[in-house]
């Protein structure tokens, strides 16, 4: 256990990858929680997991297109609805697409800038005044550790990441005297449905590296720590720390959870 959890929490990209992790982590740890995500068939699954465990009673879902304002609009609305206010809201969603800079489509780097980028923006946006109002109110983002470390092929992604990670610094200040805390954390070297292609969401799909890639590149991006990649269950439980009172210090800043692949 974290320590008790927040009553209500919006997660977005609940439906595959570390955003489902996370709904289940939080779903255990007695919070109610809406998980929101474009995918209807990763929603059911998250549902059917959630029943498996015994905490589908406190699991609702609602489908958002975190890229359409309209969509997130009317998806949190819902949500509120669902949880009766608001006290932390956790951006998960997102794509990754890689390529070779120079033959990137400009519609293929907006898409990613406007799921990852300005959809944590849109979010934050239509949740903030729910947790102004909310029980030590906390918004965890998603960056990477693409956004301080090179990660070849995907420049977009690293561009995206980057801009939440100075967005999350922006809104602390903003926000502090009102209460609300914004972190972020970084995942890298973590297997999830973004990484490696598997996920069931079309929102999370994986990176669909260039056939001529050259993968000595990512010699650098292995984890120091003997086992491999990590679940996504390594990072929902940092997740599950800062949105609870464990966690009520920690604001303006990143966590870096990659195994140690950058000292």
């Known amino acids: 256990m974290t320590g008790r959890p927040s009553t209500g929490r919006l997660i977005s990209g609940g439906g595959s990858g570390i955003g489902q992790a996370t709904v289940l982590r939080v779903l255990a740890e007695g ?7 474009v995918d209807q068939a990763g929603l059911a ?7 498996d465990a015994g905490t589908e009673a406190l699991l609702h879902t609602v489908e958002v297109n975190i890229a359409d304002e309209a969509s997130v609009r009317a998806g949190v609305a819902a949500a509120l609805d669902a949880l009766g206010g608001l006290d932390v809201l956790v951006n998960a969603a997102g794509i990754l697409r890689s390529s070779h800079t120079h033959e990137t489509r400009l519609e293929q780097f907006n898409k ?5 980028l300005t959809g944590t923006f849109l979010m934050i946006r239509e949740a903030v005044p729910a947790l102004l109002q909310g029980d030590a109110p906390a918004v965890i983002n998603f960056s990477s550790t693409s956004a301080s470390f090179a990660h070849p092929y995907m420049a977009a992604y690293a561009a995206s990441k980057g801009g939440i990670q100075s967005m999350t610094h922006a809104l602390a200040a903003e926000y502090s005297k009102q209460g609300i805390r914004f972190t972020s954390v970084a995942p890298g070297s973590i297997s999830s449905g973004m990484t490696d292609a598997s996920g069931t969401s079309t929102q999370n799909a994986g990176p669909g590296l260039p056939e001529d890639a050259d993968m000595s590149l990512y010699m650098k991006l292995l984890p120091a ?3 491999g990649f990590a679940g996504p269950e390594a990072v929902a439980g940092v997740v599950a720390m800062l949105g609870s009172v464990d966690g009520s210090f920690i604001t303006g800043t990143e966590i870096r959870i990659d195994g140690g692949t950058h000292y």
């Open 31 to 37: 919070g109610q929680v809406v998980a929101a995500d």
């Open 45 to 51: 699954a998250t549902r059917k997991l959630a029943a």
């Open 112 to 116: 990613v800038i406007a799921v990852n």
């Open 225 to 227: 720590l003997g086992s």
